[in-house]
């Protein structure tokens, strides 16, 4: 069983530069979830995909984020002239879709891109 | 007010002894409840998962549930060392994501 695997796992970039992470998610997972977590804090909700509909996005995702999946399997979240607020931990996320409450809601997450920007 | 609040910590509990973490909630349409444990460095792993009012139990964990009073705790028993790391708790309301909480620090003294 593979889980959900994100690449790169570090990344360092100059202010103004933008990046790209990528997401594969579990296989069978239809829903696809992006985090932001800095030090000290839980993690944020950015974003959320079903198949490659992206269907909620947070505030926190301004216009300089950007996150797509284009055929309903891995997701890409780019971000455009990073800024040094922009370091944190990039987590992916994803579930099954079943609607009704249970275990099938478990989200679980890859091993995260961390993002210094300098 | 926080959407999921917990003590930041860090909880020091000896080997052996109980620890007990708590959460709480300000949605009263939350409807599914999680706990995840993330070591320093790393991403969240599931503990344990919860939707009903009352205890579910795993291994040396127990999670506790009461919707009434919007709350949801954690107790590990028999506390190891390999225990030490951050408690976050996880709300899904009616929409899809998870709201987590600030998460809190266990320490457990050999």
């Known amino acids: 069983d593979t889980g959900v695997s994100q690449d790169p796992r570090h990344k360092i970039t100059k202010r103004g530069q933008n990046v790209t992470f990528r997401c594969d998610p579990i296989?069978?997972?239809?829903?696809l979830y992006w985090y932001r977590q800095t030090l000290g804090q839980g993690p944020e909700f950015l974003t959320y995909f079903q198949n490659e509909a992206q269907l909620e996005k947070s505030r926190l995702l301004s216009d300089r984020f950007s996150a797509e999946r284009p055929k309903g399997s891995f997701s890409t979240l780019e971000i455009q002239r990073t800024e040094q607020g922009d370091s944190a931990m990039y987590l992916c996320a994803s579930r099954r879709g079943d609607r009704v409450a249970g275990p099938q809601e478990t989200q679980y997450f890859g091993p995260g891109t961390r993002l210094l920007v300098l | 007010q926080k959407e999921v609040e917990q003590n930041s910590g860090p909880l020091s509990v000896p080997e052996g002894a109980i620890a007990s973490l708590n959460c709480t909630y300000s949605d009263r349409g939350s409807q599914s409840f999680f706990w995840y444990r993330q070591y320093s460095g790393k991403s969240p792993e599931l503990i344990m998962f919860?939707?009903?009012?009352g205890d579910k139990e795993d291994g040396r964990f127990t999670a506790q549930l009461n919707k009434a009073s919007q709350y949801v705790s954690l107790l590990i028993r028999d506390s190891q060392p390999s225990d030490s790391a951050t408690y976050l708790c996880?709300?899904?309301?009616?929409?899809?994501?998870?709201?987590f909480g600030g998460g809190t620090r266990v320490l457990v003294k050999p």
């Open positions: 296989s069978e997972h239809n829903r």
């Open positions: 919860i939707y009903s009012n």
């Open positions: 996880a709300v899904k309301a009616a929409g899809n994501k998870l709201t």
